[in-house]
Nanobody
Framework: QVQVVESGGGWVQPGGSLRLSCVAS????????IRWYRQVPDRTERELVA????????DYAVSVKDRFTTSGDNAKNTAYLQLNSLKPEDTAVYSCNAYGVRESGYSGSYSYWGQGTQVTVSS
């Protein structure tokens, strides 16, 4: 079984920065992609804000492009999301999804979610 844990959230003033981490643990052979989502309270939909592939290709939502940067460390099964120039509208629970996970002893690939970390941007 694979576990995914996010960390690094917190409170920050507008214009500030945070760095989130997403660590996947277990008998992992490879992870195809790690996606970062955020969800605002009282809304049911999640917004995909960024993703990074095993090969290092990163992609971003228009709302965060040029402010957020994601990267991955395949050896550590870890991804990072650097949040810069934060705005109050960035306030949300940020979650990561490990997609296309191949595990030792299992065929096929799977998807796992973390519990999320709260990011609050206010003055």
């Amino acid at each position: 079984q694979v576990q995914v844990v996010e960390s690094g959230g917190g409170w920050v003033q507008p214009g500030g920065s945070l760095r989130l981490s997403c660590v996947a643990s277990g008998n992992i052979l490879s992870i195809n992609m790690i996606r970062w989502y955020r969800q605002v309270p009282d809304r049911t939909e999640r917004e995909l804000v960024a993703s990074v592939t095993e090969g290092g290709f990163a992609d971003y939502a228009v709302s965060v492009k040029d402010r957020f940067t994601t990267s991955g460390d395949n050896a550590k099964n870890t991804a990072y999301l650097q949040l810069n120039s934060l705005k109050p509208e960035d306030t949300a629970v940020y979650s990561c999804n490990a997609y296309g996970v191949r595990e030792s002893g299992y065929s096929g690939s799977y998807s796992y979610w973390g519990q999320g970390t709260q990011v609050t941007v206010s003055s």
